[in-house]
Every structure is written in structure tokens, then in C-alpha cells.
T-cell receptor, first 111, second 119 residues
């Protein structure tokens, strides 16, 4: 089965700083989803990557899928308190099937 | 557009009791997923429906968990009897798959979850 490892497990950054979260797969990724979860809430879709080398951005968040398609990174520029939450990567295991998620990275942004 | 609705939001029960969770997906979404998220872990699939048929229930502990989606719309997940290790957030998600209407990926829309505590 496919294992997803996220690093770091948790992160505390000062407001305005940049940060990167990594998601490494034990197998080739055919589709990689990034979601954000706030405490007590469901998951919010951020973006999805399919092609090796692909990069997508939304507001101050950029995600990349490496050429070998076994790792993805999520980069936040000039972090804000609103970025706080748990970031989860999920691998697409087949057309329409459920996602296989990593354990998540907990982000806290301090003033 | 209304999102995925779940109820109740919180539930506290004692072990060996039974409990049921309800999910109403986004209108028109053919596929519905139930995930279990234990504290500190990512969500893990319990069961996936396409309309009222089961697509994948390989990780559902069938001796105590059951789920149905009788009319292909809303769904109920039941645990009977509950164990301490069932304490978790139960997330329901829905998606358009297989009717993606030109979109190249299967975005899943999640509800707020039901937080279950088993004492």
C-alpha cells in the first residue's frame, strides 16, 4: 500500500515568515491533493497536482509536484494567522477512489 | 451552494452503546465517502458509495460498523457496540465522480465531521 509521510509534523512560525511543508510518497504519485483543516472543522480543498514538475498557486500558497512524482511541497509566503491549521496531503489511489492521507502538519502562526 | 451536512456535531457515549451519524451530501454528487480521523492521524476511508451501491468497504470493521445509502442521497453510519478505540472524528465527503463534467480531477468536498467520544 502507498504510504505518505509529511514533514515537519508541526511548525510554529512568526507572522510574515515563509514556510514549507513536504509530503513524500512510498510510490509514484498519480494525483496529489492538498487540504487544510481547522480544528473542529472539515477539510478545505487547496489544490491538486497531477503532472511531474507541475506547480500551482492560490493566493500566498504554492504547491509543487517533483519530476519523479514521489514528493510534493507546499510553500506559504508571508504567513498570516489565517494560515494556521492542519495541512494534509492526500494521494489519489485510483480514478474516483478515496484518498490516502498523510498524518498532517500542524501550523501555528504567532503574531 | 449548500455544503455537506453532518449531524450530530458531537456525541459522547459509553462503551458498548450504539451510535449513528448522518450525512447529507452536496446535491447531485453521486459518490459519498465516510472517513475516520483519529487524533493526530490523517483521515482513513471506512466506506465509499456510488449512488446507493458500495464501491469499497474493505477497511470497515463490519462486526460493529454498518453504513447505508438507501436512496442514493443521504447516508447513515452506525457503530454497535462502540469501543474506546472508536473515539475519533467521522468525516463525510462527497464528489461528482464519475460525472466530473469536464473536470480532470475528483475533488472531494468534506462536511464538518462528527466528533465521537467513547467513555
Amino acid at each position: 500500500s502507498q504510504e505518505l509521510e509529511q514533514s515537519p509534523q508541526s511548525l510554529i512560525v512568526q507572522e510574515g515568515k515563509n514556510l514549507t511543508i513536504n509530503c513524500t510518497s512510498s510510490k509514484t504519485l498519480y494525483g496529489l491533493y492538498w487540504y487544510k483543516q481547522k480544528y473542529g472543522e472539515g477539510l478545505i480543498f487547496l489544490m491538486m497536482l497531477q503532472k511531474g514538475g507541475e506547480e500551482k498557486s492560490h493566493e500566498k500558497i504554492t504547491a509543487k509536484l517533483d519530476e519523479k512524482k514521489q514528493q510534493s511541497s507546499l510553500h506559504i509566503t508571508a504567513s498570516q494567522p489565517s494560515h494556521a491549521g492542519i495541512y494534509l496531503c492526500g494521494a489519489d489511489v485510483g480514478s474516483g477512489y478515496a484518498l490516502n492521507f498523510g498524518k498532517g502538519t500542524s501550523l501555528l502562526v504567532t503574531p | 451552494e449548500a455544503g455537506v451536512a453532518q449531524s450530530p456535531r458531537y456525541k459522547i457515549i459509553e462503551k458498548r452503546q450504539s451510535v449513528a451519524f448522518w450525512c447529507n451530501p452536496i446535491s447531485g454528487h453521486a459518490t459519498l465517502y465516510w472517513y475516520q480521523q483519529i487524533l493526530g492521524q490523517g483521515p482513513k476511508l471506512l466506506i465509499q458509495f456510488q449512488n446507493n451501491g458500495v464501491v469499497d468497504d474493505s477497511q470497515l470493521p463490519k462486526d460493529r460498523f454498518s453504513a447505508e445509502r438507501l436512496k442514493g442521497v443521504d447516508s447513515t453510519l452506525k457503530i454497535q457496540p462502540a469501543k474506546l478505540e472508536d473515539s475519533a472524528v467521522y468525516l463525510c465527503a462527497s464528489s461528482l465522480w464519475p460525472n466530473l463534467a469536464g473536470v480532470s480531477y475528483n475533488e472531494q468536498f468534506f462536511g464538518p465531521g462528527t466528533r465521537l467520544t467513547v467513555l
